[in-house]
């Protein structure tokens, strides 16, 4: 029964993203706004559906930090609506004709945006991710089956209503929108095998998860990394503006893939910058772990073992390693970390401008915080991911990132000799 159920709704996805994918903006647009509607008529049914949701997550001993990532109050269905309006305006990538080429022999080959098709997506805690992954795929022209996390249910199901009484407002297929409704874990497997009907699989989640998709899919994956993000300060760095800027990226969010996990600090600067610094991060109630440098500088530190360096925390804990200089901390990022979002705070054009380049993230930044990979904040819309693979798409995903490419060419007559 559960293997039918969600083999239907892969169809039903599969059969809705053909109608979508001749879709014209307008019409595309005019589905969200009535998504819009529909959010804003339904806020006190959300949050009371939420409601459930945060209860039974304080009964199982779930984590405040994570707990923040279920809330749905007033001020954040709001928000998703402000998302939904900045996808909205957003251009629509689909049909834009890019890479034309004209050959000898009178044939005009030009490249044409396309949608992905049927996108799956998997996901755990956050059902803001419903909202804002269901909106990308549909400005973009593709269905979306949707997995959501079991501490999300209620708030998912409700948010799944809402976005399908839209569609018939809309005059679109209610497949367009699938929702796997059960906390089974069996549901994800038959997920995975559905090559048939679904063209991609997007995970977000713990790496557990991501490793478990990658590990049994038949469907290609586009993985959301983790987050082992990266702040070093350089020599030359502004000491206020560092400690600024590691407070933001540590503190402001802790629970997202973008906070920092890890402090680097150039030996010359470290006697001088980790005690205020830490005393900041103290305060805001973080726990600090350092190596055997940063300990004797700041006593009052934790001891870092060899595994801290490679761990996403998503919670109130940085590790703290001195380096002797630029290539040290490069070269550390570029083995410990995942990747992700990686940034250096320094006073030195040249040390920039290497760090920009050689680091091997999807992100590097000069003088500014790791918060700000991010769909809204980069001018994306709401995202759908981070990928932190390098095929397809790297960084946050957005609309484009939503479609692929096919080949467009005219001829007048052409026949290949």
């Known amino acids: 029964m559960l293997e039918e159920s969600v083999v239907h709704k892969a169809v039903s996805v599969k059969v809705s993203s053909g109608v979508l994918y001749n879709c014209t903006t307008v019409r595309k647009n005019a589905l969200l706004k009535a998504i819009n509607k529909r959010l804003l008529s339904e806020i006190p049914g959300i949050i ?92 973009s022209g593709n269905a979306v089956m949707l997995k959501g996390g079991s501490e999300a249910l209620h708030s998912n199901k409700a948010l799944v209503a809402i976005m399908k009484l839209a569609l018939k407002d809309a005059g679109l297929p209610a497949g367009c929108v699938e929702f796997i409704d059960t906390i089974e874990r069996e549901a994800v497997a038959v997920m995975l095998k559905q090559d048939k009907y679904l063209d991609v699989i997007i995970p977000r989640g713990s790496q557990q998860l991501i490793r478990y998709i990658q590990g049994n899919s038949s469907v290609p994956v ?108 490069i070269q550390h990022i570029n083995l410990f970390g995942s990747h992700h979002s990686d940034a250096i705070v320094t006073g030195t054009k040249s040390h920039s401008e290497r760090f920009l380049r050689e680091v091997d993230s999807a992100a590097v930044y000069s003088n500014a915080s790791t918060r700000f990979t991010d769909g809204f904040e980069f001018g994306l819309g709401a995202e759908i991911g981070i990928s932190t693979q390098k095929l397809h798409a790297r960084g946050p995903m957005g609309l484009v990132e939503l479609t692929s490419t096919k080949f467009v060419i005219h001829g007048k007559g052409n026949i290949r000799k």
């Open 222 to 329: 586009i993985a959301h990394g983790e987050g082992n993000c990266h702040v070093f300060v350089d020599a030359s760095a502004n000491l206020k503006k560092a400690e600024d800027i590691v407070y933001n990226a540590k503190v402001q969010r802790p629970s997202v893939c973008n906070a920092a996990e890890k402090l680097l600090v150039h030996k010359k600067v470290a006697s001088k910058f980790l005690p205020k610094a830490a005393e900041r991060l103290r305060q805001a109630g973080v726990e600090i772990r350092g190596d055997e440098t940063a300990v004797s500088i700041v006593p009052s530190i934790k001891p870092a073992n060899d595994s801290d360096w490679y761990k996403e925390y998503l919670d109130l804990i940085i590790a703290v390693k001195i380096v002797e200089n630029l290539d040290e901390a």
């Open 48 to 139: 009371a559906a939420n409601k459930i949701d945060l209860e039974n997550a304080e009964k199982a001993g779930i984590s405040k930090v994570l707990i923040d990532r279920l809330v749905l109050d007033e001020k954040r269905i709001r928000q998703m609506v402000e998302g939904v309006k900045d996808v909205i305006k957003l251009p629509d990538p689909v049909g834009k004709i890019f890479g034309r080429i004209k050959r000898p022999n009178g044939l005009v080959i030009q490249k044409m945006r396309v949608p992905l098709g049927a996108v799956g997506i998997i996901y755990e805690a956050r059902p803001n991710v419903t909202i804002d992954a269901s909106v990308l795929c549909l400005k």
